[in-house]
């Protein structure tokens, strides 16, 4: 196993995730359109992987299923009682079987805005280990596509599984292909808060960072919301096994999660609350900073991201023939597609209502001197 190839996506994309960092806090402006009430992260999933009949990953004096649902449960109690505004809502809070797409039912039925899913890998090495947080996408090496292919195939203990799940078949190569096409449009958001989880993981509980990564997992394919799969450690290395079952182990992994969730929710509320006060009152000098404001604001461009993706795609495809005007821009390995154009943020503000109707997490971005920077 090639531990160059393991890291080869946060590695290789230092760009990507330092310009992530600041698009991070943009996140998706939820505006209200009737009354510019700022929408605040309201709703979290916990999804406490595998339960009942699939064990998932199994080590030496231990299961996935009890370590993810025990770390979970500490999530829910840690913001419970820190930030008890938040909506907590759980996949499974004890050992039964919950089929991967009843879990993305239950996030979309509460409208999530945010989707953890918590897990434990495994390999047949005992060589590895550390924690590694996944986004949806293509995976770029075979070790990514291991692990996806190792997570999804707990719907083959489904009913139905064929069926529900178009044919797809968790164990064949060919039907990853389907991840290289597809849209993902809460792609930055995803990465912002995995490496928000891989931030506290390092520098919080000391755990070997094996960065952020993309992979192709069902669960976060159906759930129409910013997601991550975590996976906090290796049952297959001994030391961490012991770890991911000591008390002073499953305090730290979960209040690692916490954190990156508490840290999340601040900057989106904040994010969130901030432009509504700039769309509320527009050209009204509320602030001190106005006069550099406006100053700037005559160069700003202002655009609606609408898709991310790792292939270029064509200007006349899917989603996009529904918009006069696609325009596209690159950052990083990402091609990023935005349609309408305005120099004000009020402007741009009410395109949007239009835009959400066709692209419910589409959000609002600015550039200047051909720079993305925040709105
Ligand atoms: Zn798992």
């Not at 993810?68 to 938040?86: G, N, S, T």
């Not at 945010?114 to 947080?133: D, P, W």
């Not at 899917?318 to 943020?345: I, M, P, R």
Request: with cysteine; aromatic share 10%; hydrophobic share 40%.
């Amino acid at each position: 196993m090639d531990i160059f190839l393991l890291s080869s996506y946060i590695r290789h994309n230092s760009f990507l995730f330092a310009s992530v960092a600041v698009l991070f806090f943009v996140c998706s402006i939820s505006l209200n359109a009737q009354n510019q009430e700022p929408v605040k992260l309201n709703t979290v999933i916990l999804d406490p992987g595998h339960g009942g009949k699939d064990a998932g990953a199994v080590g030496r004096i231990s299961k996935e299923k009890e370590i993810v649902l025990d770390i979970a449960l500490r999530v829910r109690d840690y913001l419970k009682q820190h930030l008890p505004e938040l909506n907590v809502v759980m996949t499974r809070d004890k050992d039964v079987f919950v089929p991967l797409n009843e879990r993305a039912v239950i996030a979309n039925e509460n409208d999530a805005d945010l989707f953890v899913s918590i897990h434990a890998n495994s390999m047949s090495t005992s060589r590895i280990y550390g924690a590694e947080t996944f986004v949806l996408g293509l995976h770029r090496s075979e070790d990514n596509l291991e692990v996806a292919k190792k997570e999804n195939s707990v719907i083959v203990l489904e009913d139905d599984y064929k069926a529900k799940y178009e044919g797809f078949d968790p164990n064949s190569t060919e039907s990853y292909i389907i991840f290289e096409l597809m849209q993902n449009v809460y792609l930055d958001q995803s990465i912002g808060f995995a490496s928000a989880v891989q931030k506290q993981f390092r520098e919080r509980v000391g755990r070997h960072d094996r960065g952020v990564k993309q992979a192709g997992f069902l669960v976060l394919r159906e759930t129409s919301m910013p997601g991550v799969l975590v996976e906090v450690g290796f049952l297959s290395n001994r030391n961490e096994e012991r770890y991911m079952n000591s008390e002073d182990g499953k305090v730290y992994l979960a209040s690692a999660i916490f954190r990156a969730i508490r840290d999340y929710k601040e900057h989106f509320d904040k994010i969130n609350s901030k432009l509504v006060t700039r769309s509320t009152f527009p050209g009204i000098n509320s602030n001190t900073d106005n006069e550099q404001a406006s100053n700037s604001s005559s160069a700003v461009q202002y655009r609606i991201q609408i898709a991310s993706s790792q292939k270029q795609l064509e200007a006349n495809q899917g989603v996009f023939k529904q918009f006069d005007s696609v325009w596209e821009y690159q950052e990083g390995d990402y091609y990023k597609y935005t349609t309408g154009l305005a120099t004000s943020h009020e402007e741009i503000l009410e395109k949007l209502p239009k835009v959400k109707q066709v692209v419910p997490d589409c959000f609002v971005v600015g550039f200047k001197d051909g720079k993305r920077i925040i709105p």
